[in-house]
């Protein structure tokens, strides 16, 4: 969420930034909540008025009052009256002027940094550098659903008469295969100084509405029916919540977290023949990895984030890639995203796996995330990005690890985490 300050003072620059992500519908906004924080600052001018001339007749009638002037400050009395009624009528303006520009403000897109490119949907996303040389193997790659069935790895038939579609039983080898990539991402990302935490899988509406755009909540969350809380959709969620007015010293900065959840998303739309099976579902785990800190160090850790998502794929000797999402791919709280996409080499092209983002200040502003710096208090910077969540990454590791036998061979960094378990047959 942006300040109104800055919306009022470069309103253009609102909104060409509106028109870089392709919204101009929105684009009325900015002129409407000008106009909205016009009249509020109009109201407080005036409450603010009448409040100095109360307190100014105050005085007034202690003072007739200590002359024996009772009729005369009776008089006075009816003025400090009229002027409360009047009070109470600006308050409950200003109040109602408050919702409407908040109710703006929450709509209108963050600013995008200048790097990142024009384009107005995933397909104009840019290609920054491959990590590993993409393979196919001679021998044909089956869809990842029949690669698991083969060692009675997963059952979607029953998942479907207990809960549906968009739901999977693991079993055997496969459900230990998932269970190791979690704990591997765990301690790969604990190694590189992150603090682990498992945080409350369900948060309430003012933190749902504090760390995404009305549009991603009306599209991702389940809400629980008769409460205050919605199931998560990752653990950003409520890894940034953690921090929800509150104020930080710098010398404690950065924090460094990484966080397993169960995550939930309705996942709605049609989805395309290549995202059946568990490439896109309502239920699944996921290493994730936050990080608040000093608004000019948020650069650097950005780098750093999808950095250490490229470095545990290629421990597991799967071929990635990272992609610039463009202005029409962010969404509205982001200011620069980052995809991490891995080889499958059955479909001979790379898909996503990981989304690394920095959302300046606009967590934290709906948040109250603060620090207490030398010049005085101002809002940190968030950033969030995918460490591992194995469906996806179930998918990359079995195709890039099948042998011509149908057997699948687990790569060194894994084989502690199976029990020593070099190949599943």
């Keep these: 969420m942006l300040d109104i300050k800055f919306v009022r003072e470069n309103p253009e620059i609102v909104k060409q930034n509106i028109k870089n992500k392709f919204q101009d519908q929105k684009l009325e906004l900015v002129d409407e909540v000008i106009a909205l924080d016009v009249q509020k600052r109009e109201a407080q001018q005036e409450a603010d008025s009448l409040r100095a001339a109360r307190n100014k007749l ?4 202690g003072a007739l009052m200590g002359q024996g002037k009772k009729e005369e400050a009776e008089e006075v009395k009816k003025q400090v009256a009229a002027q409360a009624d009047r009070l109470a009528d600006l308050s409950e303006k200003e109040k109602e002027l408050d919702e409407k520009i908040l109710k703006i403000m929450m709509t209108i897109p963050n ?3 200048p790097s990142v490119p024009i384009g107005k949907d995933d397909s104009e996303n840019v290609e920054v550098q491959r990590y590993g040389e993409p393979v196919v193997p001679d021998f044909e790659i089956p869809y990842h ?3 698991m069935e083969r060692f009675n790895g997963i059952d979607l038939d029953s998942a479907r008469k207990v809960a549906g579609n968009g739901f999977y039983y693991l079993m055997g080898d496969i459900a230990r295969l998932h269970s190791a990539v979690i704990s591997y991402a765990r301690d790969f990302m604990i190694g590189r100084g992150f603090t682990y935490c498992v945080p409350p899988f369900m948060i309430r509406s003012n933190v749902v509405t504090g760390v995404m755009s009305f549009a991603e909540m009306d599209a991702m969350m389940y809400k629980i029916e008769g409460e205050d809380l919605y199931l998560i959709g990752t653990s950003e969620h409520s890894m940034i919540g953690k921090f929800i007015d509150t104020i930080l ?3 404690s900065l950065p924090r460094t977290l990484t966080s397993y959840s169960p995550c939930f998303r309705k996942e709605k739309g049609a989805h395309g023949l290549e995202e059946r099976g568990v ?5 699944f785990e996921k290493q994730e990895m936050i ?12 780098n750093r984030l999808w950095q250490n998502t490229v470095d545990l794929f290629r421990s597991l000797d799967i071929p990635v890639r990272t992609l610039e999402c463009c202005s029409g791919d962010l969404a509205d709280l982001k200011v620069k995203s980052v ?3 891995a080889w499958s080499p059955r479909q001979k092209k790379y898909f996503e796996v990981g989304s690394c983002s920095n959302l300046g200040d606009a967590q934290a502003r709906r948040l109250k995330i603060r620090i207490n710096g030398e010049k005085g208090k101002y809002f940190a910077h968030t950033l ?3 460490v591992v969540a194995p469906p996806r990454m179930l998918i990359a590791f079995l195709e890039n690890n099948l042998n011509a036998d149908g057997s699948v061979s687990i790569p060194e960094a894994l084989q502690p985490y199976m029990g020593g378990q070099k190949v599943i047959k």
Aim: charged share 30%; with cysteine.
């Design 384 to 386: 969030n990005n995918t």
């Design 249 to 251: 010293q710098p010398e």
């Design 145 to 147: 659903t029949e690669i």
């Design 58 to 61: 105050s005085k007034q009638i």
């Design 279 to 283: 490439y896109r579902i309502h239920q």
């Design 339 to 341: 995809d991490v996409e």
């Design 111 to 113: 600013i995008i940094d």
């Design 291 to 302: 990080v608040v800190c000093e608004p000019e160090d948020s650069p650097m850790w950005f």
